[in-house]
């Protein structure tokens, strides 16, 4: 299901593109119109083992569901986004060492699908692919330039300067999640690749149960304390929710990690606005706690910076949930389409 208003395609404003977000168990498929609106979605199981010659066949039979729903064919899409999990060679359109997809290394999976669905496809890292579809249609949508974070097991990343999305010259543009925010030499260990001190180690759902685990070990007061082995993410939330004093300095605390790797972000690109996205959002906008998340952040940044920067940044919750890859992926594919024109 797409949390996004189905519009008709009678309504849709021309040209359109499809938009193919890959994750670790599920492909979500949307079709938009070129400003950004949804004509139909649909949901396949990803079925990594089997392969992604195998799931590119099925997201092309996916596609043509969406187009025969429609009542359209393939040649009024003008071009498909595809949006793939790290790690990747974005300009050879080839899928390197993606940790949560072990049977889909060293593949071109961009011709593998612009073979199955017979028309160009762009391609991006899931995370950029995101920040995109915030940028065009999300919280961003009026800025010209963005940072996104995503908070879930890890922390990626995506940023747009001028309108542009930097994708680097290894493919790496973006990956927010492995700057470093601790050099000490027993900082903690980033659970993708063994970096030391990075942010992805203190600040993703994976680093924040670690944090909580041995927090609690130590001796922490909380409700949480009996139920060690179990500690979530969600769970912490729900805990403050409750009033669990330690949860909430808990989540106030990894606000403050955030902060530093934001600082470090906004000096180095200045983009006037820092989006917060992904499911560790600890209840994000509709929630108290969620909102004394999003204040320390917010706090964090205001100690570090300078009194122009603080005053000309927005730090905001993202906006369009677990849709932004599709979406993100549509638009890239929108770009790259009007840039050739």
């Given at each position: ?12 404003k021309?040209?359109l ?48 569901e ?7 064919s ?14 990747q ?10 940790p ?49 974070l ?17 994708v ?35 600040a993703s ?38 009033g669990?004093?330690?949860?909430l300095?808990?989540?106030e ?14 000096h ?16 994000g ?27 000309g ?20 594919a ?8």
């Amino acid at each position: 299901m797409t949390d996004q208003k189905i519009t008709p395609v009678s309504h849709a404003k021309m040209p359109l593109f499809l938009g193919i977000d890959v994750g670790g168990t599920g492909i979500k498929i949307g079709l938009t119109d070129d400003q950004g609106a949804t004509l139909d979605f649909i949901a396949i199981e990803t079925l990594e083992p089997q392969g992604p010659e195998d799931a590119m066949r099925r997201v092309n039979i996916a596609c043509e569901e969406i187009l025969n729903r429609c009542g359209l064919s393939k040649k009024q899409v003008l071009r498909a986004g595809l949006g793939t999990p790290g790690s990747q060679d974005i300009r050879k359109g080839l899928l390197l060492q993606p940790p949560n997809h072990p049977h889909w290394h060293h593949f071109p999976i961009v011709k593998c699908l612009e073979d199955a669905l017979g028309m160009p496809v762009s391609y991006a890292n899931d995370a950029n692919a995101a920040a995109f579809g915030e940028f065009w249609v999300g919280t961003g949508k009026v800025h010209d330039s963005m940072v996104l974070l995503t908070l879930g097991t890890g922390v990626g990343g995506g940023v747009i300067i001028d309108n542009e999305l930097i994708v680097g010259q290894n493919s790496f543009g973006g990956e927010c999640g492995h700057m470093i925010i601790d050099p000490s030499p027993n900082a903690r260990l980033c659970a993708w690749g063994g970096g030391r001190g990075h942010l992805e180690a203190y600040a993703s759902a994976s680093g924040v149960t670690a944090r909580a685990r041995e927090e609690l070990r130590a001796g922490a007061h909380s409700i949480l304390a009996s139920g060690i082995e179990k500690i979530t993410a969600k769970k912490i939330y729900e805990a403050a929710e409750q009033g669990d004093a330690w949860s909430l300095s808990f989540i106030e605390q990894t606000g403050g990690y955030l902060a530093i790797g934001i600082t470090s972000m906004v000096h180095m690109v200045d983009p006037g606005l820092v989006v917060l996205g992904g499911a560790m959002n600890f209840g994000g906008p509709n929630s108290k706690t969620g909102q004394r998340f999003l204040e320390s952040v917010r706090n964090g940044f205001r100690e570090r910076t300078f009194q122009n920067v603080k005053a000309g940044t927005t730090i905001e919750f993202a906006s369009l949930g677990a849709d932004a890859g599709y979406i993100g992926a549509a638009g890239i594919a929108r770009s790259d389409y009007h840039k050739v024109l």
